[in-house]
């Protein structure tokens, strides 16, 4: 029962949070009605105020924690509870882990009352300083004479006023001041909407979005930033494809290790590469667990991006093949196969959404499949009649949802049994959580 000061609205309520939401906002029911209380978990007590309210829900703020749940911790980021890149900070670590386990728990139900035989123990690590690509936002706000960088806020959209980000590689976490001042200063600090950051195991590079052109002033500054902090910069005036190096002149690849594998990656600053870099690691250390393969093995690679997978594997089966959609991609694999000695991968453009590409790879004859699609995953793909004459498919996802939508395919339609899943927390403090899931139709699983 919740009670009402008995003054004016908008007033205070005190309520009690049942369960988070998928931002990772607390929900108590006040009148029948969904009241959001973002920063409040489950089983708490707190004393809020209204704030906004719609036909379905209300929106609250929170004024006190009465009753805090055992799972509560201090939130370490002194931008909590405003910035909207995590949500989660104020939950224990192992809880966060718990929560998103539950949730994959409910979505396989839902989706086609489907359960993993047995599940993984999660795959966690460091939970600070991990991010090694970020989008962050730009904008200048004139009242205050200066540009704010950062993630949009948890309720409202604006860029969030940040002074550091403890999620993000420190290389770059602890220098959101200085890339402040830096866009501060430009004559066209108006026009720069956002920065994209990349983190290699030896370098940072920045991809500046702008609007309008640079003038030589400019141009100057950010080179000047670029060769004081040690970072390369890169302009991007239109879309994706017109990202170009300003320092150093020529675009130069960052890279990463995977030490448990002897291989070095090279990326360049716009290509997909795993968020999280110690999570990765041990990311491609549990897929090879699971599968076990064998040295006579044929393996395929979906969505294969760098070789991110595939070269570790490479090691490991007779012959892998990755297949990848962005023809620079697979420049990069091959390039990456190359330069660590590879002979037995293979890597291939191939537009996975089309039954039409993909059956003559599906035709042919493979122990395993590997899977990691982009978020909308690979209905299409995992429908097709040849999947049935596959004996494992390993799933890896950044997107629950659609996993669990493809595992009830795999599973109800395809004749596969979920043997194992688990999470991995690629993205520890938000809402977000990475999956693994083996499927099997044979005893090894
Ligand atoms: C989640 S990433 C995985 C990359 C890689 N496995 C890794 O671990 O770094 C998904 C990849 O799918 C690729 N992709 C997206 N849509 C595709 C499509 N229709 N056909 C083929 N590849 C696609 C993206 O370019 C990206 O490299």
Known sequence: MSSRAPNKAPCWLLVTVHE????????????????????????????????????????????????????????????????????????????????????????FWQHGQVAPQSWLPPVAQDPWGYRRRARLGARFVEKKGSVLVGYREAQGGFVADLSRCMTLHPLIGERIERLRDLLTQLECRRYIPQIEVAVGDADVALMIRHLVALGPSDRARLIAFARAQAVQ?????????????????????????????????????????????????????????????????RMLDLYCGIGNFTLPFAGLVGEIVGLEGCASLVERAQENARRNGIDNAQFHQSDLASAAACAPWLQQSWHTLLIDPPRSGCSSLLGAPEIARLRRILYVSCNPETLARDASLLVRQQGFQLARAGIVDMFPHTNHAEVIALFVRDKRG
Not at 82 to 97: E, N, R, S, V, Y
Not at 237 to 245: C, E, I, M, S, V
Not at 265 to 277: E, T, Y
């Open 233 to 297: 910069i890169y302009l991007q005036p239109g879309g994706p494809d017109t990202l170009a190096p300003l320092w150093p002149a020529e675009a130069k690849p960052l890279h990463y290790r995977l030490p448990d594998w002897g291989l070095e990656l090279q990326f360049m600053p716009g290509d997909f590469v795993q968020v999280n870099g110690a999570v990765n690691q041990r990311l491609i250390s549990q897929a090879v667990a699971l599968l076990a393969p064998e040295k006579h093995e």
């Open 20 to 107: 988070l939401n998928p931002k990772g906002f607390g929900i108590a029911c006040v009148d029948g009605r969904q009241l959001i209380v973002p920063g409040a978990l489950p089983g708490e007590r707190v004393k809020v105020r209204l704030r906004r309210r719609g036909r379905r829900n209300a929106h609250s703020e929170l004024i006190e924690v009465l009753e805090p749940a055992p799972e509560r911790v201090a939130p370490r980021c002194p931008h909590f509870g405003i910035c909207g890149g995590c949500t989660l900070q104020h939950l224990d670590p192992a809880a966060q882990l718990a929560r998103k386990q539950q949730h994959l728990r409910d979505l």
